[in-house]
């Protein structure tokens, strides 16, 4: 029945992180048997080294111990800092403003998935997210809008330099959870660094052809709202799943869920 209990919480997870949208339930089923204070302990708790109850989520996690303490970390710095400031940016934009936001983001993000569509030889994914580039930089208005989706075939790609990387066999190696930025793994942590010099090189283009000067206030200005609106996006809460195994249920949902991102 426990794993029951656990499975149930894993699948609540999966929903949270896929955007979906759904609120983790605290509610324990009598049928369950569970006492009234079993989910109450603290996420940060070691699990028991003699149980197996797990043993179906497990990932390969050497530095399991400091990568509870940055996962700590972080539902602190979320908690405290970016959602009162997720919070200010829904006060100051309304919901459409924030939408054109999001659609600018998300066309400006184009093209480093463009990139790694080419490296991994996905020629139909990069004709279509050349198009919906092409398509929301003129009817879309620079991006504000996302005409591009509205037709079935040009749906929004996602490709990384982490999954490039995992696509020509590199493993995903440890397991690291990623001060501020949360769950990843080594490979991925590169593919991030990857990830953000085609994102500055793209950018450092764009102010060029713009005539930008003074382009370190706008590269704040952007990164900033950058990471405001991606924030406001996830309706992930920390210690909101109702399970003293969220560290786990977190490392095990992204991983797998990281595995078929490379294989689709």
């Avoid at 999966?14 to 996420?43: H, I, M, Q, W, Y």
């Avoid at 919070?87 to 184009?110: C, D, F, H, Q, W």
């Avoid at 995992?166 to 990857?194: E, I, K, L």
């Amino acid at each position: 029945m426990r794993r029951l209990a656990i499975l149930l919480a894993v699948s609540a997870l999966a929903l949270l992180l896929c955007g979906c949208g759904a609120t983790a339930t605290k509610r324990v089923e009598p049928s369950l048997n569970l006492e009234p204070t079993d989910f109450r302990t603290e996420v940060n708790r070691w699990p028991d080294p003699k149980a197996n109850d797990l043993d179906f989520m497990e990932v390969y996690d050497p530095w399991e111990p400091m990568n509870r303490h940055i996962y700590d970390f972080n539902a602190g710095l979320d908690a405290y800092v970016l959602l009162p400031a997720v919070e200010v940016y829904k006060t100051v934009l309304p919901g459409p403003a924030r939408k054109g936001v999001s659609n600018v983001i998300n066309n400006l993000n184009e093209l480093p998935v463009l990139f790694n569509c080419l490296l991994q030889g996905k020629m139909k994914k990069g004709a279509i997210t050349t198009s919906r580039f092409f398509i929301n930089s003129t009817f879309g208005v620079l991006g504000l809008m996302d005409v591009a989706s509205g037709a079935e075939h040009l749906k929004r790609q996602e490709e990384d330099v982490g999954q490039t990387l995992g696509f020509w066999g590199v493993g995903n190696g440890p397991y690291f959870v990623m001060p501020a930025f949360g769950p990843s793994n080594v490979r991925d942590t590169v593919g991030f660094g990857g990830d953000f010099l085609l994102l500055y090189l793209e950018m450092k283009e764009i102010y060029r052809l713009a005539g930008v000067k003074n382009t370190w206030d706008v590269s704040v200005a952007e990164l900033v709202i950058r990471s405001l609106n991606r924030r406001a996006s996830v309706p992930f809460r920390y210690h909101e799943t109702g399970s003293p195994f969220e560290y786990e249920m977190v490392r095990y949902v992204y991983t797998k869920k990281r595995e078929l991102d490379i294989q689709r």
